[in-house]
């Protein structure tokens, strides 16, 4: 069997928070994002049939999801102090990628917290989102069984996958601050 040690992986300069790195993140998600924010409001504006619209669209749509994804795994970082050096700094840049992905970024980082403590105690946490036992799931409605289906499959991500449990948490805990 192959023996792996941790020295065999560059990992270490990875790990030290550097601010012109998370300013450079940050920089090359946000503006991006502004850019095709842009490019979507002067497609729509233009007088072409919807048909035409819907094929420009679709890819910017597919890259602002990608972006999407990009923003929260900053705003993640944020939330755990580790992109910039100072508290300060990922409290308030965690704050506006909060923004961007309308998700508050506080009550998030929180409840990832409590996530972290608990994570593997069942009694007390039992992940993201609910996973319900087949016995509760066989107790649902058809209709509310379709539901749990669909919001759980891994489409949901282009829709806006991150905002369901974001969502269920602030309406389960009551928090709405930034």
Not at 35 to 62: A, C, E, R, T
Not at 106 to 126: L, P, Q, T, V
Not at 146 to 151: D, Q
């Amino acid at each position: 069997m192959l023996k792996v040690n941790r020295g065999d992986f560059l990992t270490k300069p990875f790990l030290k928070r550097n601010n012109i790195r998370a300013s450079y993140q940050i920089i090359t998600t946000i503006f991006p994002i502004i850019y095709i924010w842009l490019i979507v409001y002067q497609i729509v504006n233009q007088p072409f049939s919807l048909l035409i619209k819907g094929f420009l669209l679709i890819p910017l749509i597919v890259l602002l999801t990608l972006f999407s994804s990009r923003t929260f795994s900053l705003m993640h970082d944020c939330g755990h102090n580790s992109l910039f050096t100072k508290r300060k700094l990922n409290r308030f840049f965690g704050f506006l990628l909060g923004l961007v992905n309308g998700i508050p970024q506080k009550s998030w980082s929180i409840d990832h917290a409590f996530h972290h403590r608990n994570n593997g105690n069942w009694e007390i946490y039992k992940g993201p989102i609910d996973v319900l036992s087949l016995e509760d799931y066989n107790s649902l409605t058809k209709r509310e069984q379709i539901f749990y289906k669909a919001s759980r499959n891994w489409i949901m991500l282009f829709p806006g996958g991150f905002f369901l449990p974001s969502s269920k948490t602030q309406i389960r805990t009551g928090y709405y601050y930034f």
